[in-house]
């Protein structure tokens, strides 16, 4: 069982809709939970961290976690051209364990 | 600010060739360094991590070495490239456990 499992998508939204990506991990003693957005040929940029059970909004973003289903995902409200992306979802545990998903693809179309 | 600085940005190089990726962080002190390589349409793969000044800790098995001669300094080497080392090296940097990484702007090895 991978640590962190996502969705490789393609996931399609068209523009102005929500788009929502989801991502398990299997540790329970998982600290903090991020997610990364990678353009094609471009690095990862770190767009959400959440440590906490609840949500997290900054701007179009909302990242949800759940830590008794193990469960993280993000919103991407109002979505735009712009937003198409890969989306990785990443966990750290204590130890300097961290593991990325390997990430889904959004495609927001205008 | 903190900023991290990676080169080159594309690199062909013919099997057998040596290698050498440099990275350095500025605007911060005993960062947390990392080596990672993410194959085409594939995930990331920790290749190695520092927590200090000669402080390298290797998650895989490979053809590659990785340094960090300055603190804020990490360099990834090979002696003789494989066509398998093809990839996007990647560079991160954080402060402290559990903090999100900052990556560099990448390296695209070419082997050929």
């Known amino acids: 069982q991978k640590e962190v499992e996502q969705n490789s998508g393609p996931l399609s939204v068209p523009e102005g809709a929500i788009a929502s990506l989801n991502c398990t991990y299997s540790?329970?003693?998982?600290?903090?939970f991020f997610w990364y957005r990678q353009y094609s040929g471009k690095s990862p940029e770190l767009i959400m961290s959440?440590?906490?059970?609840g949500d997290k909004e900054d701007g179009r973003f909302t990242a949800q976690l759940n830590k008794a289903s193990q469960y993280v995902s993000l919103l991407i409200r109002d979505s735009q051209p712009s937003d198409s992306a890969t989306y990785l979802c990443?966990?750290?545990?204590?130890?300097?364990?961290?593991?990325f998903g390997t990430g889904t693809s959004l495609t927001v179309i205008p | 600010s903190q900023t991290i600085h990676q080169w080159p940005a594309t690199l062909v190089q013919p099997v057998g060739s040596p290698l050498s990726l440099e990275c350095t962080v500025e605007?911060?002190?005993?960062?947390?360094l990392y080596w990672y390589r993410q194959a085409a349409g594939r995930g990331l793969q920790l290749l190695f991590y520092?927590?200090?000044?000669g402080q390298i800790s290797s998650e895989v098995p490979q053809n590659l070495s990785a340094s960090r001669p300055q603190d804020r300094q990490f360099i990834l080497s090979s002696k003789k490239l494989l066509l398998s080392d093809s990839g996007f090296y990647l560079c991160?940097?954080?402060?402290?456990w559990g903090g999100g990484y900052t990556f560099g702007s990448g390296t695209r090895l070419t082997v050929v």
């Open positions: 991160a940097w954080n402060q402290g």
């Open positions: 520092s927590v200090g000044i």
């Open positions: 540790d329970r003693v998982s600290q903090s």
């Open positions: 990443a966990v750290y545990q204590t130890g300097n364990q961290f593991y």
């Open positions: 605007g911060t002190s005993n960062p947390n």
């Open positions: 959440i440590y906490s059970n």
